[in-house]
């Protein structure tokens, strides 16, 4: 009897021995990933031209106007009712479009700000500051937005409001971004980030 007891002992404390390994094992691989996306993310180069260059290329007066209430007031006025919601669900549908891309201009952002948040010179990191926020900002104003289009598309025949609170934050938001772009040191300042 003592020999049963001692050997399931024995096979208790190996079990436990192996559950304990196999845990450290496991957190040492997690802390392993941890460490690897810290460092990617850390070193990985922001372009800035690039970011530039989407803001740029997104004509937010197109977008005024494809969902201005005085455009849709003038269409529905003129337009039989079947061809005024085809009408409206094509601009809506565009309007989504310009939203999306929207926010991905402003996750782009979002990045350029974190980097700039991490330079050595104080001004670019201030800058990145402010650049993060609009991005923020942005981003939760496209996907509110997005929502509200994608409503339209789903149902034309819905008044619906002007929405230039997104134009006016993307604006705001290319602001900060061109402001950070025209330091002398502006996209050379971001790859001197304090991670380096």
């Known amino acids: 009897m003592e020999h049963g007891a001692s050997t399931l002992a024995q096979g208790l404390i190996s079990q436990a021995l192996i559950a304990t390994w196999t845990l450290v094992a496991v ?3 997690a802390l392993v990933i941890l460490v690897y996306v810290a460092i990617r993310n850390r070193t990985r180069r922001v372009d800035l031209e690039g970011t530039v260059q989407a803001f740029r290329s997104l004509d937010i007066e197109a977008f005024r106007n494809l969902v201005d209430s005085a455009e849709e007031a003038f269409l529905r006025d003129n337009l039989p009712p079947k061809k005024f919601r085809e009408i409206k669900r094509q601009r809506a549908w565009a309007a989504f479009l310009y939203a999306w891309e929207a926010g991905r201009a402003a996750t782009a952002l979002a990045k350029v700000g974190q980097a700039a948040q991490r330079s050595l010179d104080p001004e670019i990191a201030a800058s990145g500051v402010q650049v993060a926020e609009n991005a923020f900002r942005l981003r939760l104003q496209t996907v509110r937005v997005s929502l509200r289009l994608l409503t339209e598309v789903l149902l034309p025949g819905l008044s619906s409001r002007s929405l230039p609170s997104l134009a006016d ?13 025209g330091f002398p040191s502006g996209v050379h300042g971001l790859a001197r980030s304090k991670s380096a």
């Open 27 to 29: 957190a040492f691989f």
């Open 169 to 181: 934050q993307y604006e705001r938001a290319a602001e900060t971004l061109f402001h950070l772009g």
